[in-house]
T-cell receptor
Framework: GAVVSQHPSRVICKSGTSVKIECRSLDFQATTMFWYRQFPKKSLMLMATSNEGSKATYEQGVEKDKFLINHASLTLSTLTVTSAHPEDSSFYIC??????????FGPGTRLLVL | QKEVEQDPGPLSVPEGAIVSLNCTYSNSAFQYFMWYRQYSRKGPELLMYTYSSGNKEDGRFTAQVDKSSKYISLFIRDSQPSDSATYLCAMIENSSASKIIFGSGTRLSIRP
């Protein structure tokens, strides 16, 4: 099946720094990618929809200036957490549309902000 | 009320048991129903996909959708320790512009 990769898989950073997470579709092109956030024992919460060649669409309550999304090509979307704070620590997962209404998920990136 | 309700568990059963996982929902517009399996610290992977009401079987897994009751189920037969994971139900309306709504996930543990 289609594969979506994420890099890094885990990152620890100091408060106030910025962190970039990459999401790649390895064997297919994705004009749209999705970014989710998942807290421990909680469900996936959609943060934004990344659109190749245009601005991302953010969900209500998600700060677009804090979570910068760039869909640089048909196989790469990046999420940058700017001026990270401890409350931004979470598991970030990207996905790309699959067949019908399904999605292919990346392996996730665990962010810990100290 | 959440759009999708799912018991978070944890649910622990002995190896070989039949497992029943369930979700209820409130949005009658949902038409596509999915179950994703998520191992610890990994991304979700699609397990079952169903359109509208009915049953679907794939090996040891059976998905059921009852739209009249707004209730979906996933059954696992002959459960194995490797089935230990978090199972997330997910559903979406009939438009490609709609976003997938996930349940909170049920943590399942199969005891050897």
């Amino acid at each position: 099946g289609a594969v979506v990769s994420q890099h890094p898989s885990r990152v620890i950073c100091k408060s106030g720094t910025s962190v970039k997470i990459e999401c790649r579709s390895l064997d297919f092109q994705a004009t749209t990618m999705f970014w989710y956030r998942q807290f421990p024992k909680k469900s996936l919460m959609l943060m934004a929809t990344s659109n190749e060649g245009s601005k991302a669409t953010y969900e209500q309550g998600v700060e677009k200036d804090k979570f910068l999304i760039n869909h640089a090509s048909l196989t790469l979307s990046t999420l940058t957490v700017t001026s990270a704070h401890p409350e931004d620590s979470s598991f970030y997962i990207c996905s790309a549309p699959g067949w019908s209404e399904t999605q292919y998920f990346g392996p996730g990136t665990r962010l810990l902000v100290l | 009320q959440k759009e999708v309700e799912q018991d978070p568990g944890p649910l622990s059963v002995p190896e070989g048991a039949i497992v029943s996982l369930n979700c209820t929902y409130s949005n009658s517009a949902f038409q596509y129903f999915m179950w994703y399996r998520q191992y610890s610290r990994k991304g979700p992977e699609l397990l079952m996909y169903t359109y509208s009401s009915g049953n679907k079987e794939d090996g040891r897994f059976t998905a059921q959708v009852d739209k009249s009751s707004k209730y979906i189920s996933l059954f696992i037969r002959d459960s194995q320790p490797s089935d230990s994971a978090t199972y997330l139900c997910a559903m979406i309306e009939n438009s490609s512009a709609s976003k997938i709504i996930f349940g909170s996930g049920t943590r399942l543990s199969i005891r050897p």
